[in-house]
């Protein structure tokens, strides 16, 4: 475009040129001359329509191409178990042993059916038909092994014997499921009857967003010239720039009919300041210290038990304002977010999570802002405890993420005599995210706790000869997040009046302890020997429930500001308090 509007101012020159020697010329020369400026008109003409779409690229579609290409590099997955997974792959599985876990018919949980034993009679090395089996054939198990067939026999009968012991055969597959480690249901369906009720739908993290926006537009009352009433921006007193400041301390704002509006002021009254003859210490004229908690357990911990948990915290202090003296101001905000989750497989307890995020934000310069974190997961330092001070406003935005996988050998018996012997543990992912801000007259904070862990187990040596064990699980310990989000902050304030703002919101889409998994014991023919099925399975259930899967808002606040009347008093009585 440069090389268009040079040549553009080059040929308006020339045809400048052109018209002047064009008054001076007679005859043929001047025909001639005048065809040539034509041409040239023509030319500057074009040059000009390219020069005018060169300068609409590059006025309207260069900066929406680059506002794209920055809308595609910033652009925030929505998903925030997408998030977690990405955010955990960037390092290697954390793994880990827990002592093992032995199980026997003893333990008050373990109930197993019990029968009248069998008489044991052997199978012989036929097949269903009655014809005879070579004893050296060789034949191949399901976990590898190459065996003969008269190996398989020995082994087969073996199990055929101790299941006869316990009124069981393998002629008879019959039901499955022989034995339970069994959770008390008041530990579950009980547990679930006094789980935290919802008050609303849970907010998707867009609707969260704007509900917790740092501003809010404020109808201004009174006359008009158009006849409609303007709006001003109400937002962190601190985020002004000099000039916004000056325009928001011509007006004061109340509350009317519940909505807050802005009224203009011709003159302001002079800052009050009721000092006694004898000074005591300035007296607050506003506090506000709230936490939010609650807690989602189910389970019992000698079995199958997952908890999780969040709170958020707002606490806020507002001292009188004085224009003249605006570094010293007293106020103060802190808000904070934490989250526990916990479980236990067999007796076994696991620290899922333990998370915490606080930011503290001083008005008085001369004192330091903070911002205190700690992220641990099992048993992992994530982000160790630590706090850190800012002389000036700060923002922070961090994604914590891990992937996990925890267990322990097990010994578990499927019927007396015969013990399942492998693994179970936990695997997934586990991780914290938290956005805030801290300035001289906000903090705020955004967090978010996200767990996505399953129990599994696998198989480990043979039960009983050709009697292999194995384990089927579809069990979620604990998928789920929390919404953690809190502000406290003063949006206005001058001689007159101060206006605080303090908003909140927890929700939860949690799901637990939902599935079931069961340890097994199973044979299977290779040879032609008259099993009733071509497999025999029996099964220990571990632990089954339909589990707690809900979603929903614990509480949430809403932003409307309040105003204060900005008078220092010095007693101990406070002018304004709010519950």
Known sequence: MPRVAM?????????????????????????????????????????????????FVTVYVSPLQAQIVRDHRTKKTSDPFTRLKTEAKKTAVQKSKMTSVQITVNNPNWKGTSKTKIEFVPFKLEDKNGNPIPPNKRVSLKDGRVITAQQYLNETNALEKKLNSQGYSLRNNGEKVVSRTVTNKKFLDGRRALAPKSIGAFKKEAEVKKFMSLEQRVKVVGASPNGRSPMIMLKPYSSYTQREREKINMYNFSKRAGTVIAQKTTKQRPFKDLRPKKIGNLSKLYEFNKTNSKNWGFGN????????????????????????????????????????????????????L??????YAPSNVSKKMSATISVKALEMNLFPPKSTTFSQQESFSKTYGRSFDKSFPLQVPILPGIDFVGLIGVKGEVGFEYEAKIERTVASVHAKPLIDLKVYGEGGLNLIGVF???????????????????????????????????????????????????AYGEACSPIDIPFIDDCYRKEHELFEWSGFMDSGTITEGGFEPFTLKNIARYDETPVFTQD
């Open 354 to 359: 333990n998370a915490s995020c606080q930011f």
């Open 301 to 352: 911990p000698d079995t199958f038990q997952a908890s999780l948990e969040g709170s958020i915290t707002r606490f806020v202090k507002i001292y009188p304002f004085d224009p003249q003296n605006t570094d010293n101001n007293k106020s103060e905000f802190k808000v904070k977010a934490t989250s526990k989750a916990t479980g236990s497989l067999l007796g076994k307890s696991i620290d899922v």
């Open 7 to 55: 040549n553009f101012g080059l040929n308006i020159m020339i045809l400048n040129q052109l018209e002047s020697l064009y008054m001076g010329i007679e005859g043929k020369n001047k025909i001639i001359l005048k065809i040539k400026v034509m041409i040239l008109k023509t030319k500057l003409k074009r040059n000009l329509i390219c020069l005018i779409i060169g300068l």
């Open 468 to 518: 292999e064990g194995g384990v089927e699980a579809e069990l979620t310990f604990i998928k789920g997040e929390l919404d953690l989000n809190a502000f406290a902050g003063i949006f206005s304030q001058n001689s007159e009046n101060i206006v605080v703002g303090i908003n909140h919101y927890f929700g939860y889409d949690i799901e637990i302890l939902s599935g079931s998994i069961s």
